[in-house]
């Protein structure tokens, strides 16, 4: 297993266009968490998903951010109508919740940077 | 909520020991991690505690949990160049809490 994996590592996008990331986790873990990391900060929670049902979402994550999961395997976020302040390196992390213990393992993120 | 805080910057010679203190708000916090960045890079898993754990121990690193003054440290022994990064700490609170970090504490060490 080669641990969680993220493309694209870098995106240049101008304003107003729509991105896409994607996330695919270590095999056969059920949960899946997107977090935003801006400069000088640790990362911010978005929205998690255990197997393919989204649980939780952030009050960062506006209208023009949307998650799927869509087989409870990888994972997209796309960010609709970008703004400057979206960029942002943007963090999928995978987990396989047992009871109490649960262990985040991060992907190398997604660098993006809007014009 | 959960609020994390850490010294921003360490500096420590090589060979020294490192440590790196965090404080937290969240008294239910079950699980306490401590990620490693590297610059550009995603965070890595170091180590964590069990909030019935006052230590842990593994290899260079020590970590000791103060759960009345709702305190975390990390020691790293032997201080290396190759540890110098960020290093985060997360607390995760009981039930399906997402994981909360503060801004980090930025590593230097100095050869």
């Known amino acids: 297993d080669t641990g969680v994996s993220q493309n694209p590592r870098h995106k240049i996008t101008k304003r107003g266009q729509n991105v896409t990331f994607r996330c695919d986790p270590i095999?056969?873990?059920?949960?899946l968490y997107w977090y935003r990391q801006t400069l000088g900060q640790g990362p911010e929670f978005l929205t998690y998903?255990?197997?393919?049902?989204?649980?939780?979402k952030s009050r960062l994550l506006s209208d023009r951010f949307s998650a799927e999961r869509p087989k409870g395997s990888f994972s997209t976020l796309e960010i609709q109508r970008t703004e400057q302040g979206d960029s942002a390196m943007y963090l999928c992390?995978?987990?396989?919740?047992?009871?109490?213990?649960?262990?985040?393992?991060f992907g190398p993120g997604t660098r993006l940077l809007v014009l | 909520g959960e609020d994390v805080e850490q010294s921003l910057f360490l500096s420590v010679r090589e060979g020294d020991s490192s440590v790196i203190n965090c404080t937290y708000t969240?008294?239910?916090?079950?699980?306490l991690y401590w990620y490693k960045q590297e610059p550009g890079a995603g965070l890595q898993l170091l180590t964590y505690i069990f909030s019935n754990m006052d230590m842990k121990q593994d290899q260079r690193l020590t970590v000791l949990l103060n759960k009345k003054d709702k305190h975390l440290s990390l020691r790293i022994a032997d201080t290396q160049t190759g540890d110098s990064a960020i290093y985060f700490c997360?607390?995760?609170?009981?039930?399906?809490?997402?994981?909360?970090f503060g801004k980090g504490t930025r590593l230097s060490v100095i050869a």
């Open positions: 095999s056969e873990h059920n949960r």
């Open positions: 998903f255990q197997n393919e049902a989204q649980l939780e």
């Open positions: 992390a995978s987990s396989l919740a047992a009871g109490a213990q649960e262990t985040q393992y």
């Open positions: 997360a607390p995760r609170g009981s039930g399906n809490t997402p994981l909360v």
């Open positions: 969240d008294s239910s916090s079950t699980y």
